[in-house]
C-alpha cells in the first residue's frame, strides 16, 4: 500500500537541481522544474552515483560519473552506459506542501 511523505514546502526545492533525500527508507532525488515536480532514486544503476547532483536538462539528467542519462518523467534510459531505468515515485503539491508517494 502506497503512503504520502511530506518532504518539505516548494521552496526548500531549488528550481533546475536535485535535491537528495530520505523517505520511508528510500534514498530519492527530488527535482523541481519550474512548477512542477519530480522524484526518482538518488542510486545510478550503472554504478550506484547519487542522481541527484546530476545535471538536468529538458526533463533529463545526466549521471555525473559516467554520463548515463535518464528521463525524470518515467526513469527510462536515454543514453547508457546504464542498461535499466531508474524508479519513479509521483509526487503531489498540496498548497506549499510537497508529498512523495512510496508503496
Ligand atoms: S554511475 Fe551513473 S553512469 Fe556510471
Known amino acids: 500500500m502506497a503512503i504520502r511523505v511530506c518532504i518539505g514546502s516548494c521552496s526548500d526545492f531549488p528550481d533546475g537541481q536535485g535535491v537528495p533525500l530520505v523517505a520511508a527508507g528510500r534514498r530519492i532525488a527530488v527535482f523541481r522544474i519550474g512548477e512542477r515536480f519530480f522524484a526518482i532514486d538518488n542510486v545510478c544503476p550503472h554504478n550506484r552515483s547519487p542522481l541527484a ?10 549521471c555525473r560519473t559516467h554520463g548515463a542519462r535518464f528521463r525524470l518523467e518515467t526513469g527510462a534510459v536515454v543514453r ?18 510537497v508529498e512523495v508517494e512510496i508503496d
Do not use: F, S
Not at 547532483?53 to 545526466?62: F, K
Not at 542498461?83 to 498548497?95: E, L, M, Q, S
Open 53 to 62: 547532483d546530476g545535471g538536468v536538462q529538458d526533463l533529463i539528467v545526466t
Open 80 to 97: 547508457g552506459p546504464a542498461r535499466k531505468a531508474v524508479r519513479t515515485y509521483p509526487v503531489h503539491v498540496r498548497g506549499e506542501a
